[in-house]
């Protein structure tokens, strides 16, 4: 029987995040304040947001509406590519929109940097992508920014090569707390994850459902495992995630599905491998500029 879900994750410095969080990404602005109105009332603890999604206000009005304190919420945001330069005003920006005084977990989005004239937001050539700065650079002001306004900060998107070349780095002080990337089991990234847990970052699972006509909930093994716990496809999905030992961030605006989401149950481990051996290596988000520093197949 599924319950609701009570996993945390340390971070490298200490602080506990939630292992299920609220995805929000592609969410209309009703749609929402209505999920993370019914998550908060379900008793999820952590919201996934960016800048870029254009929905941080209005999930800062949910937040305040919904009466719970502050202080136990565990609230992410991410900058933005158009302000690799400059990530103290991408932040300000974002707590402006969330009226809030801080956010729990700050991420570099993707790695690339954009051309914050030519991209506006998004680069439609090579031109956008601002040549001349690195993610090196970013992570080196990210570490600058006020550990009151940030209490913790990460990557997104990022490789084995990328973290790689971000902790070699001289000016790295930091560990990225955390890499939040595009995992379920056509995509499992098995070495990027064994990767990060070596060096202490703790992976944030996104599309942990696949995307719409992914075909993962067809799947026999899932439906195998559903039936055998009495939960959903989803569930089974969700609870793989946290089995692996990852942050996972489920997205419905559905009230009954934000609901059954927060619900997970305890795979055993011969169940999570069978799930691990379903991957076919199929990627689902992949970003609409040209960039072929990302994705590094050897990662998968």
């Given at each position: ?22 995805g929000t990404w592609q969410s209309k602005e009703q749609e929402v304040y209505d999920a993370v109105m019914t998550a908060i ?260």
């Amino acid at each position: 029987m599924a319950t609701k879900d009570t996993s945390v994750f340390q971070l490298n410095n200490g602080i506990e995040i939630p292992g299920v969080g609220l995805g929000t990404w592609q969410s209309k602005e009703q749609e929402v304040y209505d999920a993370v109105m019914t998550a908060i009332k379900a008793g999820y603890k952590h919201i996934d947001t960016a800048w870029i999604y254009g929905n941080e206000e209005v999930i800062g009005r949910a937040i305040k509406d919904s009466g719970v304190n502050r202080k136990d919420l565990f609230i992410t945001t991410k900058l933005w590519g158009t302000y690799h330069r400059d990530p103290a005003k991408n932040l300000d920006e974002s707590l402006k929109k969330l009226n809030l005084d801080y956010v729990d977990l700050y991420l570099m989005h993707w790695p690339t940097p954009f051309d914050p004239v030519a991209a506006s937001p998004f680069p439609k050539d090579d031109k956008g992508i601002d040549h001349e700065w690195s993610f090196v650079k970013t992570w080196e002001l990210m570490q600058q920014l006020p550990k009151d306004k940030v209490k913790s900060i990460g990557v997104s998107n990022f490789s084995i090569k990328q973290l790689e070349e971000l902790l070699n780095a001289p000016t790295t002080k930091e560990v990225p707390a955390a890499n939040q990337i595009e995992a379920h089991p056509y995509l499992p990234q098995n070495k990027l994850l064994e990767y990060c847990k070596s060096k202490n970052i703790v992976v944030e699972a996104y599309s942990p459902l696949g995307s719409t006509n992914s075909g993962i909930l067809e799947d026999q093994i899932i439906k195998r495992l559903a039936q055998k716990y009495s939960v959903s496809g989803a569930q089974i999905l969700i609870s793989w995630a946290i089995w692996r030992e990852t942050v996972v961030l489920p997205k419905s605006v559905t009230p009954s599905r934000v609901i059954s989401n927060f619900e997970t149950v305890e795979l055993s481990d011969k169940d999570g491998e069978a799930i691990n051996n379903i991957s076919t290596r199929k990627r689902f988000v992949t970003p609409p500029w040209p960039d072929n520093n990302l994705f590094h197949d050897g990662d998968n």
